[in-house]
């Protein structure tokens, strides 16, 4: 049985991971933190793991933590994570982390995105946690920085284009939508059901979003070119789900059958990854609740563009779902484990 610890477990992020670790039976939750709500029943905080988990929340003390724990989730804010890590893993413990933290290859990247990274030398050995990627790296990993939401259906909407070179990369827009809840637990006047309700817009607009530099990184890495996109996102009055439209050039004629045809051979096998028969396209209704992404394929002959649309739940496999999907992957688990379950509809 894997101890486990679940540091940082007072937000979305945190609930969702406990949620999914309840259903795996190779693990045991051994520690969960909230500075926020130290001392407080867990299930006084999150009133759905009632009966489920009876522990405390504790204070983020690395030491203690790695006394009862041998893998650690780290769900912090960003720069929260990185104060912590490096001692995890001096002490031998093996680290998803679901900030930005470990994400970049390049602490400049990071650094002209968030802020100084205090330990960059990591940056050299964290591999970045897509497993429909990087799943060969994952294997051995002691740190994974797991990636973000938008990236996610991002990356895996153009993955198959760009290894096949179909796409001129300097055409990507990628235009996506997201539920509330991708802003994560903290009160924000943006994020008041007043502000949201009957709502629907456009957020960091003009390629100033968190998360552009991290789908260049890696949408460069496939293309073997630096890529640059437009990448926009938009706030939708939900609670979880994220619809990612993109589009790029053709660099030669395909049809949709033919489109459909390559990306259900690309994806064969990876058991979290639909393809949707030629004329479907996805719903965030379809996966939430899940570790699925689905994708749906079209071609405007008009103007000889591919228009691939992807849909997650943010909150699984935009977030948690996929850390355990990493996790089982590096401590030779089923890759599944844990994560059986299918989307909740209505």
């Not at 912590?84 to 998803?96: D, H, Y």
């Not at 033919?258 to 990306?263: A, D, G, I, K, S």
Request: aromatic share 8%.
């Amino acid at each position: 049985m894997l101890k486990v610890a679940v540091v940082g477990a007072s937000g979305y992020t945190g609930v969702e991971l406990l949620r999914l670790l309840h259903c795996h039976s190779e693990v045991a939750v051994t520690c969960i933190t909230s500075e926020q709500s130290a001392g407080r029943p867990v299930a006084d905080v999150f009133p759905t793991l009632r009966k489920r988990y009876g522990q405390i929340l504790e204070n983020l003390e690395p030491v203690r933590v790695a006394e009862k724990a041998d893998f650690i989730f780290t769900a912090l804010p960003h720069k929260a994570a990185m104060e912590v890590v490096p001692t995890f893993l001096k002490l031998g413990k093996r680290v998803v982390d679901l900030s930005a933290d470990y994400r970049f290859h390049d602490a400049a990247v990071y650094e002209t995105w968030y802020e100084p990274h205090m330990n960059p030398e990591l940056l050299a050995e964290a591999v970045y946690g897509l497993p429909e990627v990087r799943r060969d790296a994952i294997v051995d990993a002691r740190l994974v920085g797991n990636p973000g939401c938008y990236p996610t259906s991002v990356i895996l909407a153009l993955q198959p284009l760009l290894r096949h070179g179909l796409i001129d990369p300097a055409t990507i827009i990628a235009d996506s939508k997201s539920g509330v809840s991708g802003a994560g637990r903290g009160a924000k006047v943006d994020n008041l059901y007043c502000e949201v309700n009957e709502g629907f817009k456009a957020y960091s607009v003009g390629g100033v979003h968190r998360h552009t530099p991290e789908i260049e990184q890696e949408l460069s890495l496939l293309a073997g070119a630096k890529v640059t996109i437009s990448f926009t996102p938009h706030l939708v009055p939900m609670d979880r789900g994220i619809l990612s439209t993109v589009y790029a050039r053709l660099t030669a004629v395909k049809s949709r059958t033919e489109l459909v045809e390559l990306y259900e051979e690309y994806y064969e096998g990876e058991p979290f990854v639909r393809v949707l028969p030629a004329g479907s396209y996805p719903s965030t209704a379809h996966v939430r609740g899940a570790n699925f992404c689905d994708l749906g394929i079209a071609v405007d002959e008009r103007t000889g563009r591919v228009i691939v649309v992807s849909a997650i739940d943010n909150l699984v496999k935009g977030a948690a779902g996929q850390a355990v999907q990493n996790m089982n992957i590096m401590n030779g688990f089923p890759e599944g484990m844990g994560l059986e379950g299918l989307p909740l509809f209505p």
